[in-house]
């Protein structure tokens, strides 16, 4: 599934978030060193939620190991019958979060994409298998084909059937951008997770393996502030009811801790102050607001009356 998101963005910070004060009487910057950013007793599916971080932080390794043999040859993408590309990593993130999330929470369903019958047909399991197994192994009994094939039917169309009484359920998207996913630039895909209960998303998480922070505008304190995070890529975000927004780094150096931030959407005032990112089947001039306002992608010359345009969409490498 590539969902297209209309992100809207302070011209005046490059960054997509804002950090806000979280707690009375704590920096504006409010930072937490920890598993989670909340303490347990204040988030009912805490347990529910550190399990999907940690199985969405595998899945993304799992992304960033089967990308990397992309473009030394095409084995690894092909079409679905409605001429989407679905690549091994789809079915291999599949099977990872439906074989942790079985494991922990059996009783709880998980709503995804995909089912065997594709990898059946062209006896590809084995590959999805082979893509698992390298980034470790996610029990200490070795995954079979089978295994492989069982976890990701459970989350197929079919694997449960929803009462007319509200469910308990995950809904998982194995790569949101498969189109941005199969390109060698730089147009971002996500891993997203989320709990559902009565009908509610309570819980959620979404990995973005190849983020890359724009620190161009941050002046010598602030990069001093975040020296850590000048080599590090992807990031990772979760949500639950109640406790707000988080973000911290994907690709944690091991002598350094997570550190989660509380992030906000950047408000504008000013339509022509936003950053807007559309579709690669749509032109600015489609648009309502082109009547009212032309359109730029170049950032360095942003006039008074136009809107700039970013091309940094899930799986869109467009405007």
């Known amino acids: 599934m590539d969902m297209v998101p209309v992100v809207v963005r302070s011209a005046s910070h490059v960054s997509a978030y804002r950090y806000l004060d979280y707690r009375r009487g704590t920096s504006p910057r409010f930072r937490v060193r920890a598993k989670l950013p909340f303490e347990q007793q204040d988030a009912k599916y805490y347990q529910h939620l550190e399990?999907?971080?940690?199985?969405?932080?595998?899945?993304?390794?799992?992304?960033?190991?089967?990308?990397?043999?992309?473009?030394?040859?095409?084995?690894?993408?092909?079409?679905?019958?409605?001429?989407?590309?679905?690549?091994?990593?789809?079915?291999?993130?599949?099977?990872?979060?439906?074989?942790?999330?079985?494991?922990?929470?059996?009783?709880?369903?998980?709503?995804?994409?995909?089912?065997?019958?594709?990898?059946?047909?062209r006896n590809l399991a084995g590959s999805v298998l082979d893509a698992i197994t390298a980034i470790d192994s996610p029990t200490s009994k070795p995954l079979t084909q089978d295994d492989v094939l069982e976890a990701i039917d459970r989350g197929g169309e079919d694997a449960f059937l929803f009462g007319s009484e509200p469910a308990t359920y995950w809904v998982l998207d194995p790569i949101d951008g498969t189109r941005g996913f199969v390109k060698a630039g730089k147009a971002l895909y996500v891993v997203g997770l989320a709990l559902v209960v009565e009908g509610e998303i309570v819980a959620g998480v979404m990995g973005c393996p190849n983020w890359q922070e724009d620190f161009s505008k941050k002046s010598p304190a602030e990069l001093e502030e975040v020296a850590d995070m000048l080599s590090a890529s992807g990031t990772i975000m979760i949500a639950h009811i109640g406790c707000g927004t988080w973000t911290k780094r994907l690709n944690s150096m091991p002598k350094l801790p997570?550190?989660?931030?509380?992030?906000?959407?950047?408000?504008?005032?000013?339509?022509?102050?936003?950053?807007?990112?559309?579709?690669?089947?749509?032109?600015?001039?489609s648009l309502p607001l082109s009547s009212s306002f032309n359109a730029t992608n170049n950032v360095d010359d942003v006039g008074d009356n136009q809107v700039l345009l970013l091309a940094t969409c899930c799986g869109r490498s467009n405007i």
């Open 51 to 121: 399990a999907a971080v940690h199985v969405v932080q595998r899945a993304c390794r799992l992304c960033l190991h089967v990308k990397s043999s992309l473009f030394s040859t095409d084995a690894n993408v092909h079409q679905k019958n409605d001429q989407t590309p679905v690549t091994v990593a789809d079915f291999g993130v599949q099977a990872l979060i439906s074989f942790e999330l079985n494991k922990l929470f059996p009783s709880i369903p998980l709503v995804a994409e995909e089912d065997s019958a594709y990898l059946r047909s």
């Open 258 to 285: 997570s550190v989660w931030t509380r992030c906000f959407v950047d408000g504008s005032n000013l339509v022509q102050k936003a950053h807007f990112c559309i579709p690669d089947s749509q032109t600015w001039e």
